[in-house]
């Protein structure tokens, strides 16, 4: 009698921590799978805000539904020299012991934004944008304030693509971008969103930054300019903000239904008027 009695109880009592133990496991399932789209969809804002932020409008060059197209910041530095085709750049920050600060190191192919005076009133300021031909480190411009704190003292020396048609100004400042691209892409079976940069006019391979997302075709990668009044832009000059959604499948959990997660956010440019010539 005791045994009839025990049995079934004990029977219940191990299905009841069955039922605890997959629960547990489905749960853990769920957040880990929760956790892991989470943080592919943190890794692909915190691309798109850390390229798209530095932009102004006229650094973007084309856009679609899932590929974006503009000149990334490389760096900015300060001129210290200029003769001819060539300049000699210092770091802006002086914090810098080497002279210089870039995101990457300065290739053929960069554009490059420097400033001369107006051939007229010789007071304005006019932006003039070539592209670098060659880059080696100096050591020059020893006599630049900039350069005075330096141990080292070394500078880039940059090779334009052509000569300016007035003198540059030494002491302003000099950006310096690359064509890059943001995509949604596919590798074997999966998506991607990956960036890939243009050196002396050639694409490189491109490599994956978030992902897996969903495919082209279900909206895995959406883009969408907006201007400053928040309506779609129609023109890529007049574009202040950058809308992007992305959507991703979550892991498996456990469940029966599969899950599918979508995040939404917008990237403000760089404030500038959209009617600036490009």
């Known amino acids: 009698m005791e045994l009839l009695v025990a049995l079934p109880l004990a029977a219940l009592v191990a299905a009841l921590a069955a039922a605890t ?46 590929a974006l197209e503009f000149d990334a910041l490389v760096g900015v530095g300060v001129i210290c020299a200029a003769t001819g085709a060539a300049v000699e750049l210092a770091s802006a920050d002086s914090r810098d012991p080497r002279g210089i600060g870039w995101a990457s190191l300065v290739r ?80 074997g079976t999966a998506w991607y969103l990956g960036r890939r940069a243009r050196t002396n006019g050639t694409w ?16 895995g990668l959406t883009l969408q300019l907006f201007d400053a009044r928040g309506a779609r832009a129609d023109q890529l ?14 892991a498996p959990d456990g469940g029966s239904a599969p899950k599918r997660d979508t995040a939404a956010f917008q990237v403000i440019l760089r404030g500038e008027s959209g009617a600036r010539p490009r």
Do not use: K
């Open 108 to 187: 053929a192919g960069d554009i490059l934004s420097l400033w001369h005076q107006h051939r007229d009133t010789l007071a304005t300021l006019v932006e003039w944008q070539t592209t670098a031909r060659a880059s080696q480190w100096g050591a020059a411009c020893a006599a630049s304030p900039w350069m005075a704190q330096w141990a080292d003292r070394r500078t880039v020396r940059l090779t334009l693509a052509n000569p300016p048609s007035m003198p540059v100004v030494v002491g302003a400042a000099m950006a310096v971008r690359r064509r890059t691209q943001l995509a949604l892409y596919r590798s």
């Open 21 to 66: 133990l997959i629960g547990g496991w489905r749960l853990n399932r769920r957040v880990a799978a929760t956790q892991g789209t989470a943080r592919e969809f943190r890794h692909a804002q915190a691309t798109f805000e850390a390229e798209l932020r530095p932009l102004r409008a006229r650094d973007i060059h084309a856009v679609s539904d899932t």
């Open 237 to 250: 000059s007049a574009a202040a903000a950058v809308h992007v959604e992305l959507r991703a499948d979550r």
């Open 204 to 219: 490189e391979v491109i490599q994956p930054v978030a992902g897996p997302f969903v495919s082209a075709s279900q909206g």
